[in-house]
């Protein structure tokens, strides 16, 4: 994985290129390059960091699936659609390099075949396996006690 190594030389170029524009503010070749770098660097993060939210979600469903755990299912479908997100940020900045250098369209091929696993993972959890958790906090229990009625306390549901 040369990932780091990537991304430390295309923080160079852009800062590199930055400069350069200092020099010459009318230059369109270098603010077209700035584009560039600005998208691959912001596309590569989003990339990244929706390949480590998959990563969560291929565990937590492996851990849901062995151990039968309904929590377990939501929160890999929470990571999942998590992950989609930042793939589909991904996508939109290397469109957006894909307009100024064509060497963009090997990253979205590659953003929409790790979209493509997403779905299919999304696909393998069942809906009955879905739980919502609801946090009540008993501290403030009294903010949502209603009327007493019969010597039941009754709650407003949130």
Do not use: M, W
């Not at 524009?21 to 603010?31: A, H, M, R, V």
């Not at 929590?71 to 999942?80: R, T």
């Not at 064509?102 to 696909?123: A, D, G, P, T």
């Amino acid at each position: 994985d040369r990932s780091a190594e990537a991304q430390e030389l295309f923080d160079k170029v852009l800062e590199v290129s930055k400069q350069a524009l200092k020099l010459d503010p009318n230059s369109l070749e270098i603010k077209e390059y700035i584009k560039k770098c600005t998208s691959k660097i912001e596309g590569n993060n989003n990339f990244n960091r929706g390949y480590e939210l998959e990563d969560i979600g291929n565990n937590l469903l492996q851990e849901a699936q062995i151990f039968k755990e309904k929590g377990k299912f939501s929160q890999a479908k929470e990571k999942f659609s998590q992950s989609k997100e930042k793939y589909l940020n991904a996508c939109e900045y290397f469109e957006q390099g894909n307009k100024h250098d064509h060497r963009f369209k090997e990253n979205l091929e590659f953003v929409q075949k790790q979209i493509n696993e997403v779905n299919n993972s999304l696909k393998e959890i069942p809906s009955s396996n879905i739980t919502l958790d609801i946090n009540f906090d008993i501290e403030h229990q009294e903010d949502y006690q209603l009327d007493i009625a019969g010597n039941h306390n009754y709650f407003e549901h949130i």
